[in-house]
């Protein structure tokens, strides 16, 4: 009877050591170095997936195949198109809430090209290359994606961009992991790349708890100790 028991006890049951992070598009999870420092510190076992952006499918399996090495129970954490990603992939057993940095926050059936387009673009230099590839136009990459980070550091971004395939975008979400599990929102005030209000609707709708920081979509560079600061409180939340 107590293994029954056990066994059917929550993921979250166990205090929650293992932090798995899904970086969005255009920037790699290099960007994410100093959260994973301050989260490390902490004492918490930080993993960041390098989804291949090939398509929503895809991006969703190399985050599984990640949750699946960690021991124990995990706190999922998307930024931006990650958002997409952990929304489908928390539905994994072993995730036992999620966290939404400056990220798309989906219901099923919508993509992120469908939540895109219920506010004002915030940023009008998306462009396609010739194989269905998308990109951030270098010459408003500062101002649309890292507008509070050193313009080296912007530029840098720009020039190492990872392109995401048009097919990712236009994906739809089939079963929303954040109708069944705790989630947690950072809404960055002053991004460009997805309206803050469509950002604070989107949390609103899932219930998350939900903090406002006033920087740029580039957040989790800018103010690493805010977002470490969040992922950190939700492992908390979750642990007891």
């Given at each position: 009877?107590?293994?029954a028991l056990?066994?059917?006890a929550?993921?979250?049951a ?5 932090v ?9 999870g290099?960007?994410?170095r100093?959260?994973?420092d301050?989260l490390?510190?902490?004492?918490y ?14 991006d969703?399996d ?11 129970p995990?706190?999922?954490?998307g930024?931006s198109?990650?958002?997409?990603v952990v929304t ?7 995730v ?5 940095v ?5 219901d099923?059936?919508?993509s992120?090209?469908?939540l895109?387009?219920k ?8 462009a ?5 590839f998308?990109?951030l136009d270098?010459r408003v990459f500062?101002?649309?994606?890292a ?14 961009q990872?392109?995401p395939?048009?097919?990712a975008?236009?994906?739809?979400i089939e ?15 002053d ?6 209000g469509l ?10 708890a939900t903090?406002e920081?006033?920087?740029?979509h580039?957040?989790?560079?800018s103010?690493?100790?805010?977002v470490a ?6 492992a908390?939340a979750?642990?007891?």
């Open positions: 009877m107590l293994c056990a066994a059917a929550p993921a979250s166990a205090p929650i050591k293992n798995v992070i899904v970086h969005g598009a255009l920037a790699d290099s960007g994410w100093k959260v994973h301050l490390k510190q902490r004492g076992r930080v993993t960041i997936v390098q989804p291949p952006m090939t398509s929503l499918r895809d969703v190399a985050t599984r195949r990640i949750l699946d090495l960690q021991d124990g995990s706190l999922l954490v930024h198109y990650g958002g997409m489908q992939a928390g539905n994994a057993d072993s036992a809430g999620l966290v939404y400056a990220a798309f926050q989906p099923a059936g919508e992120l090209i469908d895109a387009g506010t004002p673009p915030a940023t009008t230099g998306i396609a290359t010739s194989d269905g998308l990109y270098p500062a101002a649309d994606f507008a509070d980070l050193p313009a080296a550091d912007a530029e840098f971004m720009a020039n190492s990872v392109f395939a048009k097919a975008f236009e994906a739809k079963q929303p992991a954040w109708k069944t599990k705790k989630s947690w929102a950072l809404v960055a005030s991004d460009r790349a997805i309206h803050p950002m604070r609707t989107m949390a609103q709708r899932a219930g998350s903090v920081v006033k920087a740029s580039a957040v989790f560079m103010r690493p100790d805010a600061d969040l992922i950190g409180s939700a908390e979750l642990s007891n």
